[in-house]
């Protein structure tokens, strides 16, 4: 294999122990997850014979052949026996899904000091406990305890999650389902007694299929170790964080819940993240938004932002989230040079405005678009353009996507698109998913993508 | 009538002038809407003789009967003669649909001073011109020119809506209907020649249907009557503002879009609507957002917060959303009584943090909800709840709502939810909509939604 972590994000052979055969036990549903992948699957439960049509084993000791990847799905007082024979198997990465442990009392603490002896000196690494394991929507990866029905998986993708809550894992994955955003993998961290944030992002920095990487914190399990780490990381990829925790209140709440050390103060964090090139998100939805424009832009080279949109009104608006250091990302509104508002003026009705905002009007066209948007590229005083889609105005159609694509694809300006409405505007947004192109259902998150964008390209300029 | 604006808003008779018979013109299109109003409804079209079953008439004045409202759906050099018209037969209220006056150059400025000759002295009033018009779903009155296949209305419900660009207010509508929420009426602005914000403001503050008024401004018909007809209305009902052109570019963009004149800094406007108990807000999802929790909720009467969640990691989020001034609203995280906490810990596991953010874990149950919830009301240092709500958890049912409801309806904090998924979380939040409980996709969201309570409870106070 060409990482050792190929073993848990595309192992070709994984064992499932304690799969049950009831289809009510979370352990029955993590082998259905687990039955549609593309790797060898072994359940493994002394009480059967066959679950699902696949033969069960008594042990992993009885598992024939290697095995990369063991997840054990049994209360957590049940977990450390398994995990010893996974050593002596021989098996590359066990997961231990049970909750139960350090987060729980004393009792779960011993626990977890159980595991660790179980696995010190061997080759066999482990995640979690009290994690939902991994998804892997290439190769069909899917160790999570929720059914598919309940709750939606994204399709594959460019950007790779890191949590440290199941819960928030959950939901940005139904979220990035529902958005048609997809994953290239979701990693859930849980009490990272063994692997945590620092390897795994050292690893994701590699992986081909990951463009950039958002990671949900709690607490750091090695903050010197990370601020090296992600240092080199954010050199080759994005790196979003959302790290929580970040109050008196919300720190007290996030060492109970996950047994987390107290972190240091958030001005500290905030003040290290920013020299290490991270960008940092506030809640959920921010992540992934950020995460997106990252994975589907990079970065922008410069300040200058220019808004075009065929409602005046998002125009105005789009402006002042521009300009504004208040409600808004403090950047700059562009000024178009005397040659951009010509070729401008040429394509648009005669009472548009042809200065930034650029407003097209409801006589509008896919064309005009196309013409606006390439002219705006060819301009070098615009580093960033925010398009504001309507789709109500008679002559727009649906070809609008292509050319808000194609021109995405050019040379100039990266483009970040906001459209804001009812199902025809979903649609429109899911379409733009497809091809990559990073589109936001309101101005604001447009607009904060953007400034992601430029945060992005500042530090790549600085670090130079 | 009760009120003149009965006329506008809740016609009994409409004209509209200029009603095409082809199917691909704008006039059509709002004949159609129009045709499923409960109103007697008269197309005005000296060219045909009946248009979708209903009989045409040469001119206003032909029309037989009083005529509350027209709809004059012509190009702006055509739309003063019917005017004239329209006060002769004295009808109430005329909206002018087309672009091409101020907003357009000398020309169209010329075409407005002549309007406002036709009314001056007369009863009619005029909405726009530049305007879509009004919507009402109570009543089916539409008079927008936009086809509903291709732009969903919303149902009624408890939010006035009044726009000073049309593009703003269908995005606005859409997104409403997308997400179920109902309004009682929208209201368009356009280019304020006759009736404006104040006027219409006042009138809304009277109609027993609308809760809330959402405001979308772009400049100010007449500041000083603005501060003291809204200085009104917010003793009597809550009004949210979003009111764009807040920075140099954005005011210099509103100015071209409207034809607006330059409103005062916007430091200036926010000292203002402060002191007059506005609610601001800075994009179209927070204004509708605001104005949701506002109908919905109206105020909360402190500023002490109590999270809920059964995803430790988004109670955590919550926290640092309530506490910080930074990222976040700055309201204070309750204490819980030492009664409270006992309540709590009654019903949930043993692991489970009893204090504030309540984490209710993945073991969570329906009458866990409810008993915590209630234990919460009856905590005197709670002024406001939000219930995180995650439907993966595999005791979670549907009833979950009417126990968000029932207790929502309780005495006791007021409760706004947030529930972060794919589409089954879409369909539950439509149907907290139906049940007029505020919720919202993000934690942020509803975090955001508190404060806007809370600022309405500090207002009621202190202007008591």
Redesign the interface.
């Known amino acids: 294999m060409a990482s050792p972590f190929d073993a848990l994000l595309r192992p070709r052979s994984v064992a499932l122990i304690g799969a049950s055969a009831n289809p009510t036990k ?1 352990s029955h549903i993590v082998l259905k997850n687990l039955s549609k992948g593309r790797f060898r699957l072994y359940p493994v439960n002394p009480n059967e014979e066959e679950i699902l049509g696949l033969k069960c084993y008594p042990s992993v000791l009885a598992v024939p052949g290697d095995v990369d990847l063991a997840v054990v799905s049994l209360p957590a007082a049940a977990s450390v026996a398994p995990v010893r024979q996974c050593v002596e198997k021989g098996v590359g990465f066990v997961i231990i899904s049970a ?2 442990f350090r ?3 004393p009792d779960g603490a011993k626990l977890e000091r159980e595991l660790m002896a179980a696995i010190r000196g061997s080759g066999t690494r482990l995640l979690g406990p009290n994690t939902l394991g991994v998804y892997v929507p290439s190769i069909g990866l899917d160790t999570l305890f ?1 059914p598919r029905e ?3 998986r994204p399709g594959k993708g460019a950007i790779a999650v890191l ?6 894992s ?2 940005f994955l ?2 990035a ?2 958005a048609g955003i997809g994953i290239s993998a979701c990693i859930g961290l849980g009490n990272k007694i063994d692997l945590n944030e620092n390897e795994l992002l050292q690893h994701l920095s590699f992986d081909k299929a990951t463009k950039s990487i958002a990671l ?1 914190l ?1 607490s750091f399990s090695d903050g010197r170790k990370f601020v090296e780490v992600v240092r080199k990381v954010t050199k080759v990829k994005p790196v979003v964080v ?1 790290k ?7 720190s ?3 060492r ?3 047994g987390a050390l107290a972190s240091s103060s958030d001005v500290m964090v905030d003040g290290v993240m920013r020299q290490v090139g991270v960008v940092r998100a ?5 992540l992934i938004d950020l995460a997106k424009a990252l994975a589907y832009v990079d970065h922008i080279d410069g300040d200058r932002i220019c808004v075009v ?9 789009g ?6 250091r208040e ?2 990302v403090g950047l700059t ?1 562009a000024r178009l040079s005397e040659k951009t508002r010509d070729s401008i003026r040429k394509v648009v009705p ?2 548009s ?1 042809v ?3 650029v ?1 097209l ?2 006589g509008v066209t896919d064309e005009m678009y196309d013409a606006v948007l390439k002219g705006l590229q060819a301009d070098p005083g615009v580093d960033g353009i925010m398009m504001s889609l ?3 105005p ?1 002559n727009i159609t649906r070809r609008l996507v292509d050319v808000a694509e194609r021109r995405s694809r050019s040379r100039g300006a990266p483009i970040v698109i906001s459209a ?7 649609n429109l947004l899911r379409e733009f998913e497809k091809r990559r192109v990073p589109a936001y ?4 998150r447009a607009i904060r993508a953007l400034a992601a964008l430029h945060k992005r390209g500042l530090y790549l300029r600085r670090s130079k």
Chains 1, 2 share one sequence.
């Not at 949590?163 to 928030?168: D, I, P, T, Y």
């Not at 065929?310 to 608006?317: C, E, H, L, Q, T």
């Open positions: 979370l909750s139960g987060e729980s009392g929720v309940k709750s939606v949590s440290q809550s199941g819960g928030v959950v939901s139904e979220k389902a529902e949900y709690e959302l929580s925790g970040r109050t008196r209140s919300g007290a709440a996030a109970s819940h996950t506030y809640d959920e939805e921010e949109a065929s409602a005046g009104g998002f125009g105005v608006i402006a002042d989230f521009v300009e504004s409600h808004g509104m005669s009472y405005s200065s930034n905002p407003d009007t409801a309507e789709l109500q008679p804001f409405g009812g199902a025809n505007t979903q259902p309101t101005i604001w």
